[in-house]
Nanobody, 121 residues
Framework: QVQLVESGGGLVQPGGSLTLSCAAS????????MGWYRQAPGKPQPRELV?????????NYADPVLGRFTISTENAKNTVYLQMNSLKPEDTAVYYC?????????????WGQGTQVTVSA
């Protein structure tokens, strides 16, 4: 299992930017994919995928954030980032870091504790 620690959330005005960080407890080369999910306040739906990046560097984004958010990694620091630009009130949510690792022929999810992002004037 991987321990994940997020940071960088906060309050920002619409149109502003934030960068989230997620530090992993092991080399991200040993992790199949890392990603960011979010859960909006008061909504019962499962966490929504925001962006994911493979160990090979391939990134995919959810349609609502395409062109505004960028996921990247810094291998030397075992860290994945989510650069969020042109933020909208509907981006308000708790953002969770996720890591998927292969364990004994199956895939295992690890989650961070979450960091709050609030977009409001």
């Amino acid at each position: 299992q991987v321990q994940l620690v997020e940071s960088g959330g906060g309050l920002v005005q619409p149109g502003g930017s934030l960068t989230l960080s997620c530090a992993a407890s092991r080399s991200i080369f040993s992790i199949n994919t890392m990603g960011w999910y979010r859960q909006a306040p008061g909504k019962p739906q499962p966490r929504e995928l925001v962006a994911v990046i493979t160990s090979g560097g391939r990134a995919n984004y959810a349609d609502p954030v395409l062109g505004r958010f960028t996921i990247s990694t810094e291998n030397a620091k075992n860290t994945v980032y989510l650069q969020m630009n042109s933020l909208k009130p509907e981006d308000t949510a708790v953002y969770y870091c996720n890591a998927v690792t292969a364990v004994g022929g199956t895939f295992k999810d690890s989650w961070g504790q979450g960091t709050q992002v609030t977009v409001s004037a």
